[in-house]
């Protein structure tokens, strides 16, 4: 019997849960990756992330090549791939990693028809996230709306078996046999290459991780400030699954130290956002967590809008992060919360907007992470703190920025300011000689302490 394991945001070789089920039960598996041209259409035409994928597909492929076996890439609709691929090998079953994105779960429930339509079967596991669905729920059966209880219920749930590797190397001999196959150019998928900064594949998720190791104890303490290397910057590679949950998480535990704990508590974010959505995936489509919210009329300015983008806002901090995010499609959790406050706090512009400008930036782009992130930063979503929490872009500055080194890598016009004048330079009582206020660098475009209170008088109307 023949089946097929279907690559998605999964692209690695090992620890895979699929392509266990796939190996373990079959006799001969085919290795497939569809770059679905429903995703790829509205992407613009050089996007990094197309770049990340088609770089970690080369390695996949060549680590398949290694075994005898290959990767068969297609460009072309899934929806109808799939089932001819399966079709044209004689394949009874598709395996693949379950996608909780409600636009994947509407592509699998249409492969998964038309495949039963032809006597063969869809078979998903989970693999994306340690816990995943209905796995974490209240004492009453009732999804969490709120981090820290479900965090608690999800460390009491948790047991060194849900964090076992999927020993696929035991069963790699039954990987079908294939001749080389046909690997598509990016200009022959309709793009141009778009180099992701990052190191790719599985390789560049075990050097990020290794990397990573020796500086986890001190997680917590450093975590919070960009100029440091304090994270880790795995997040496209969980994107893309180039490296898997359960080794990272493993590790932390095993390791136990109060950075690593604090660090598993980030992962257990990732798997909190992914239930929200899974249970409420009418945020995905620009609903409001909190109903209440639904309909706040934010009168924000569009040309702040286009400031807030380009990283011209007069807040050196926000302009920093926001550059940051233009130019290397990363921004650290710090910033991403202060941006994403400034925009919806300080602005007044609906964070939707914020929303689709970082869908279209980040690298590591996940619609159930993104959406809770400004979600909470809007305080329409699950933030356990209500609307009158908002950060003030100045104070964030001198607490995370406090030499005003992470400025100055991104905003080189300030290079030559002091650290006190750095975060506020229109308050500073000195300036550098020639350095000129709106001419060299932006006044700022709004008051912080006017917008403060226009931001409570709207979101406290009802
Ligand atoms: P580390 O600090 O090393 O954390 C390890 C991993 O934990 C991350 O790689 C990520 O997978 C996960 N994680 C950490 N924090 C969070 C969080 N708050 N929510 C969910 N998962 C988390 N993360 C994304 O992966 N994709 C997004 O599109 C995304 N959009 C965001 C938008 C906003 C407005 C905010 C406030 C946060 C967003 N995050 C998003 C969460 C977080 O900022 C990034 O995961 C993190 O900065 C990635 O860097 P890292 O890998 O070095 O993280």
């Known amino acids: 019997d023949i089946s097929i394991c279907w690559f998605r945001r999964d692209l690695r070789l090992s620890d895979h849960a699929a392509l266990y089920q796939a190996l373990k039960h079959s006799r001969s598996v085919v290795c497939v990756f569809v770059f679905d041209r429903a ?9 990094r992330r197309v770049d990340f994928i088609h770089r970690s597909l080369a390695e996949l492929k060549q680590a398949l090549r290694e075994h005898g076996s290959d ?16 079709r044209t090998l004689g394949a009874d079953a598709v395996f693949a990693n379950r996608d909780d994105d409600p636009a994947a779960i509407a592509r699998d429930d249409a492969v998964a028809a038309a495949l039963a339509a032809d006597g063969r079967t869809l078979l998903t596991s989970k693999d994306v996230t340690l816990f995943e669905r209905d796995e974490v729920l209240t004492a009453s059966g009732t999804p969490y709306s709120v981090y820290t209880p479900y965090r608690n219920a999800w460390r009491k749930k948790l047991d060194p078996f849900f964090l076992q590797a999927y020993p696929v190397e035991r069963y790699l001999t039954a990987l079908a046999p294939l001749p080389p196959q046909p690997f598509p150019s990016l200009p022959e998928l309709g793009f141009a290459p778009a180099d992701p900064g990052v190191p790719t594949g599985m390789s560049g998720a075990q050097a990020l991780f290794a990397a990573f190791q020796p500086r986890i104890a001190h997680y917590r303490t450093l975590r919070d400030y960009p100029a440091d290397n304090g994270v880790s910057a795995l997040s496209v590679h969980l994107r893309f699954g180039t490296i898997s949950i359960r080794q990272l998480a493993q590790f932390a535990w095993a390791d136990g130290s109060d950075g690593a704990m604090c660090w598993l508590d980030e992962l257990i974010w990732r798997d909190f956002y992914h239930q929200i959505l899974w249970h409420h995936p009418r945020v995905g489509q620009g609903r409001s967590f909190k109903p209440e919210y639904e309909g706040l009329a934010f009168p924000g300015d569009p040309q702040h809008f286009d400031a807030w983008c380009e990283g011209r806002t007069g807040y050196p901090l926000v302009d920093a992060a926001m550059r940051q995010l233009n130019r290397t499609g990363w921004m650290h959790n710090r910033l991403r919360m202060v941006s994403a406050s400034f925009l919806v706090k300080d602005l007044l512009i609906d964070w939707r907007h914020g929303e689709a400008y970082f869908a279209e930036k980040l690298l590591d782009f996940d619609l159930a992470a993104n959406n809770g992130g400004w979600q909470w930063a809007a305080s329409t979503g699950c933030d356990a703190q209500p609307y009158f929490r908002i950060f003030n872009p100045v104070t964030q500055s001198e607490k995370f920025d406090p030499r005003g080194d992470f400025i100055r890598r991104f905003v080189p016009e300030l290079a030559a300011l002091d650290h006190k004048a750095i975060h506020a330079p229109w308050q500073a009582r000195q300036l550098p000689p020639g350095f000129r206020l709106s001419h060299d660098y932006p006044a700022p475009i709004v008051d912080h302490a006017v917008q403060r209170q226009r931001a409570l008088a709207l979101y406290g109307k009802d």
């Open 71 to 86: 990767l068969l890439v297609r460009h072309a609709d899934a929806c109808e791939a799939i089932p001819e691929l399966a």
């Open 39 to 47: 995703i790829l259409e509205p992407l613009p035409r050089a996007d």
